[in-house]
């Protein structure tokens, strides 16, 4: 039975980088050597790095000033890292769901936090409108896509002050104005490479302004002064996400995955509100793209399990709701098909047939 990737992360990789990241692991360049075992300061590797920079540069339309880094610790540690790089007296943010929530309690240990605008009362079912950032703030950081919820920024907002954003589930999904932030950050297991990576975009310019001494390790300004070499970087992971951009290149750049991405969540969403058997979770202006969310109609909630067990069985993985929230999520980073996405439509209309 063939099987359909919809987890959230780490998800689905096209399956040509996955192979050729598999060649690589045997025998590196032909090195004899594996990609795994071989120094990132060996001669071969340090093209891979250079390749990879210049690729996200050149498919976000980096302008000059900014740095590409390749670090550890997630987008989890970034929650850390740009507070300490960048809060000077006052930051502010934009509470779209759990991961802005944990971004915005680590930032409280550096200095004043403004929360702009919130939508935990209603459970993140939408992107809050109509509110405005302090104009002393040092950064407005946002979330542009949320995974557990399936709420998504998809576009680059007109705001007083510059901007910070994960963007580790939705990178490389559509253009990006990257003049107007001061660092973009993403944990590259969602929709760029496995999991032990993360991509940092910052503006030399903003870094070395903050008030405070910076463990060395923590302190972008290290990473940049030795492009990302300043310890062992995570070179399997650094790798994949060459070979991803690469592809992303190859099938037309973030335009092309933006109109693809926009062309699934039409498909499935459609299905979502045709389907008596299910509903959608957020507000429809603010649907991810990226993570589609939705649940059994009430009248039908007694068949929540049946349907995943049945969407299991028709080779579905991954398409179980976060926890936290219940009913079932299809994650479509860039590397699902148009074939993935109507093999699940078609699942759904098979169980709605049979009750």
């Not at 071969?44 to 610790?73: H, I, N, T």
């Not at 589930?169 to 950050?185: G, L």
């Not at 995943?308 to 299809?330: E, P, T, Y």
Request: net charge negative; with cysteine.
């Amino acid at each position: 039975m063939k099987k359909y990737n919809f987890n959230a992360g780490p998800s689905m990789l096209p399956r040509e980088v996955i192979e050729n990241t598999a060649k690589q692991i045997l025998d590196f360049n032909g090195s004899g050597l594996s990609l795994a075992e071989i120094s990132h300061r060996a001669k071969d590797f340090q093209p891979v790095v250079d390749e990879a920079e210049a690729l996200v540069k050149e498919l976000l339309e980096v302008p000059d000033g900014y740095k590409v880094l390749f670090l550890g610790g997630g987008a989890s540690l970034e929650f850390c890292m740009i507070p300490y790089n960048f809060l000077i007296k006052k930051a502010a943010y934009l509470n779209t769901g759990v991961w802005a929530k944990k971004a915005m309690k680590e930032a409280k240990l550096f200095g004043e936090v403004v929360e702009v605008a919130s939508s935990a009362d209603a459970n993140y079912t939408f992107i809050p409108k109509g509110w405005t950032v302090p104009a002393d703030a040092d950064y407005l950081h946002i979330t542009t896509n949320n995974t557990i919820y399936g709420t998504e920024v998809r576009k680059d907002y007109d705001v007083n002050v510059p901007m910070i954003a994960d963007m580790s589930s939705d990178i490389f999904s559509r253009p990006v104005d990257v003049s107007k932030y001061n660092a973009i950050y993403a944990g590259a297991q969602k929709n760029l490479s496995m999991a032990g990576v993360t991509i940092i975009i910052v503006k030399e310019d903003a870094l070395g302004k903050a008030p405070r001494q910076i463990p060395t390790m923590l302190d972008y300004r290290t990473h940049v002064d030795k492009g990302s070499m300043f310890n062992t970087p995570p070179v399997v992971p650094i790798y994949t996400a060459l070979e991803n951009l690469r592809w992303i290149k190859a099938q037309g750049g973030v335009k092309e995955m933006d109109r693809r991405a926009c062309q699934r969540a039409e498909m499935l969403y459609s299905e979502i509100d045709r389907n008596k058997l299910f509903k959608g979770t957020v507000a429809e202006e603010d649907r991810s793209v990226m993570n589609l969310c939705f649940v059994m109609n009430e009248e039908y909630a007694e068949l929540e399990k049946a349907f995943l067990d049945f969407a299991i069985g028709k080779g579905m993985v991954g398409v179980k709701g976060h926890r936290s929230v219940g009913g079932f999520r299809a994650s479509c980073y860039n590397a699902q098909t148009i074939e993935g996405v109507q093999a699940l439509i078609d699942c759904m209309k098979e169980f709605e047939a049979n009750h």
